[in-house]
Structure formats: structure tokens, C-alpha cells
């Protein structure tokens, strides 16, 4: 229907009277739902012009923008050393194999929970009021009871999504032009977030139990930081989790330099819960900023999250929060307490976290059997990252683009290291797509990195047979 819409549009001048869905009724014979449904999707398209009371019209083509010179802009803004890389941040091309995304495939989202749960949040009309600064109550109130302790909903302030939860945090506790102890590799996102604010990032290196404390005592006393960024479970992309031991040392040492730590706690549901840790912040509530998302969990654009605080600290991050946006959107917040308080929500949890496991091992499998010469240093269990080291040879920005070209997208290591990197290496996720397609993908990836390696030894073999002529010469 929509489609033989489409097509009487294309032969209509702009500014046409469509006939009435009556009429269209009629003529099609067809449902006037059915037709109110094609027409309302080719205004959602631009092509129509509905006007209520007067009837549907052809909608007037976008005027093609000519060249334009922008240069000018340059001068007024200024060099920008360190710009953030975008390219992680993008979506893939169409019917590509996404092993680069952190959010859930449909398959695994609660798209009918979530839908459920808008339904019936949007016919209360409460739910559309402006809301305070901090949040909805019953959802601080929530995320308090699953962090547990002695956080109480007057601790927590809930924002726009992980990405805004660390903008806010590091806006907060580093001044600009200051330096954030980080380990390395670390989240692309906050390195991101780091460098748009004007901030150095510090790196630090790390191991299979998470941050060094030598290294981090040697790095903080260097650099003089007085914030530490570290995801002690699970962390993207390594996978690794600070170990019980070395988390009482990082508190000590943070302790003694005086420093805030950050724990961005992305993958709390990701993992099984028997390998879970509790938070660092149990041990440091008054150093230790919290941050939670709901987003990996649920649905892309159910971007709620929070920042759990005390003290005067608190206070800055709900006036920069106030500043940056008032509130968070009530109807988001009524939603996403619906979804985590409904008696669907413990079975999908622990259905994903079911699925990311099965996924997490055929994957580490694959690329250990399939890829000769890679290197999956750590194989976790949690989380959805899986850090893989290239075979000897392959270049990690030839691979992804190699890859990307047969369809499958991979994250360029670089992204993921604050200062050098120490290798060839790509990120891949295993949350963005179904375990078949996990599968034939990494097949895909084990064809690229083999024809990558032949190009490159028969490009020595050339190399060599030209010295070797050039040396007889």
C-alpha cells in the first residue's frame, strides 16, 4: 500500500491535493487504517504535507544545497590537538556484521518489555511533568537497593546514559587542563570524553587482574592526578577485573594522593553473578563516583543511567547536571522503572547473561582454532569485550578496513590506548549480533588476516628479490 502511495506521489507536481483516505478506500480497496497508515509513514518521510481540516498535499522537495565556502571557521576555532576519535562511535554500513557494538542484537533486547512498559507509562499523565534535578525518586530509590550497602536514593543522581554519566563525572572532579590516571587499554568513550573536556589522560598499565598498584603509585605521584578512571569489572575492552587484593591497595593509594576514583560499572548484568565482585564504591563511598547504565542491558535508545555520589561532591555533579540539561526526561525514567521493576525482568537478565556467555566462548574458540597467530590474551567471564592480539604481520587499520570491506565491522585497536599502543590489536564484541552470525563472522575475519599475511610475504619476497638483484648489480 505504502508503496503505490509512493508511486502516485512521485508523478504529482509539489503542492497537490492528494484524494481523501475515503476516496483511497475506495479505489484500493482497502482498509482507511491501512491508508492512514501508508500516508502517515510518507509524511514521516517528507514527501507529504498534511494539514489538518484543509486535506494532504505534496510536499515540496528539499532545495539542493550548493557549495558553500566554510573555511572561515577555522581561523575563529582554533587548533584542536587532541580531537576525539568519532570512528568507534559510528554505526556500521547496512547488512554488515556489527562485532564492534556494545549493545545488545535484537534478538537479545527487551523490545516487548520495553514497549509494554511505554504503553503504560505514557497514558499517565504524570509522567510527562518536569521532574527534579536528581531524578525520579522511586528509580534513585531503585538504583540505590541494587547497589546495596549504605547507599540511599539521596545519593543518586540519575542522567542521560553512561556516555553522560562520565562526561559528568570527569567535568566535575578534574579542572580543565587536568590529568585522569586511566588504565591501559581502557574504554574508548571515556578517552573521548577526556579529550573533548581537555583533559590528559595518564595511562597506566594492567594485567589480568586489572591496574597495576606499582605502576598506578608510580603514575600518581608523576602526574599529579587527582582523579582515577577504572572499570574494575570486567573492563572493555580487556575484559580483565581487579582483583579483591589490589582493590584494597587502589583505595589506599587514591587515598593517599588524595584522588577521586571513577568506577564505571557498564557490565554490573553482563556477567555471572558468581563471578561478580562488589563495587569498589562498598569500600570508598566517599572517594569512589560511582556510575551505572541501563542502556546495555535494555535498548539503545533507553539512555538512563546514574552517577552515585556523597558529600559536596555530590552537589557540583547535580549543579553541572542542572546546567547542562535541567532534567532527564520524566517519561524515559518512568519507563525504565517499569521495565526493571516488572516480573519479566530477573528472566531477561539472566537470558542474556546466558547468551553473552555461549556467545563469550564460541567466540574466544573461533578465533584461537580460526585465526592462526592471533592472541586472545584473556578470555573473561563477563562482559562482552574480547581483546585479540593480530597474527604477526597484520597491521590493525589495513585488518578492520579489510574486514569492514567483507563485510564485518571490528573496533581499530588504537581507539582504546590513552598514550602509545603496545601492539596490533582489534576489540570485538560479542552483544551486537546473533551467535550465527558471531560465528560465520569470525570465519570471515580468519579468510582477511590469512590473505592479509600472504600479501604481506609476497611483498617481502618481492622486497628481497630487488635487494638481492640490486646487491649483484
Sequence with gaps: MTEALRGHVAKLAPGSLLPSVREWTKALSVSPVTVQRALSQLAREGLLDPRPGVGTFVAAPLVARGPRDDSWQLSVLGPYYDAPDGRAFELPPPNHSDLGTGYLDRGLQPIELVSRAMRRCASRPHAWRRLQVEGLDELRQW???????????????????????????LRALCPAGGTVVTESPTYFGALAAMKALGLRAWPVAM??????????????????????????????????????????????????????????????????????????VHYGPGRVVYLRTLTKLTVPSLRVAAIVARGPVFARLRAMRAAEDMFLSGILQEVALEVVTSHGWQAHKQAVRVAIE?????????????????????????????????????????????????????????????????????RLSVAGCSIDELDRGITTLARVAKSLQKARSREADVRSR?????SRS
Design 143 to 169: 538504583f540505590a537497593r541494587e547497589l546495596g550497602g549504605e547507599t540511599s536514593g539521596s545519593d543518586v543522581l540519575v542522567v542521560p546514559g553512561g556516555q553522560a554519566a562520565l562526561s559528568t563525572a
Design 207 to 280: 594485567d589480568q587482574e586489572g591496574v597495576r598498584p606499582e605502576a598506578l603509585e608510580a603514575a600518581l605521584a608523576a602526574s599529579s592526578a587527582r582523579v582515577v578512571y577504572l572499570q574494575p569489572q570486567w573492563a572493555n575492552p580487556t575484559g580483565a577485573s581487579l582483583s579483591l587484593q589490589r582493590r584494597s591497595a587502589v583505595l589506599e593509594l587514591c587515598a593517599r594522593a588524595g584522588a577521586f576514583v571513577i568506577e564505571d560499572d557498564y557490565a554490573k548484568d553482563l556477567g555471572q553473578t558468581s563471578a561478580a565482585r562488589a563495587p569498589m
Design 358 to 426: 555461549a556467545r563469550r566462548s564460541l567466540a574466544v574458540s573461533a578465533i584461537r582454532e580460526r585465526i592462526a597467530g592471533a592472541r586472545v590474551a584473556h578470555a573473561p567471564d563477563g562482559g562482552f569485550s574480547l581483546w585479540v592480539e593480530l597474527p604477526e604481520g597484520v597491521e590493525e587499520h589495513a585488518f578492520v578496513r579489510a574486514a569492514l570491506a567483507a563485510g564485518v565491522r571490528v573496533n581499530e585497536g588504537n581507539a582504546w590506548f590513552p598514550a602509545e599502543k603496545t601492539g596490533e590489536f582489534v
Design 466 to 470: 630487488l635487494s638481492s638483484r640490486s
